[in-house]
């Protein structure tokens, strides 16, 4: 299992995965691997009965944030601002 502060990305206080590649810094897909666990599924469910989640991650000890739109596919994230 990765360590969770390297890619790590999370949805309030649970880590839902960690980005494979790179880290979102703009709009576009992104490949992760889902953590098994409350947050990717809280994650998943609120995608589709309510839409759009703002999620972060941390670099350099600050949050960075983002807007998680859909799951593409089991391992790859649609990003916006």
Excluded: W
Excluded at 26 to 54: E, K, T
Aim: proline share 10%.
């Amino acid at each position: 299992m990765e360590p969770i502060e390297r890619n790590g990305f999370f949805l309030g206080t649970q880590v839902v995965g960690y980005f494979e590649e790179r880290l979102p810094s703009s709009p576009g897909f992104y490949r992760y691997m889902p953590f098994r666990g409350p947050g990717h599924f809280q994650l998943a469910q609120a995608l589709v009965s309510i839409g759009p989640q703002r999620c972060y991650y941390i670099a350099e000890g600050e949050p960075h944030y983002f807007i998680a739109e859909r799951i593409q596919n089991p391992n790859v994230l649609q990003v916006s601002a």
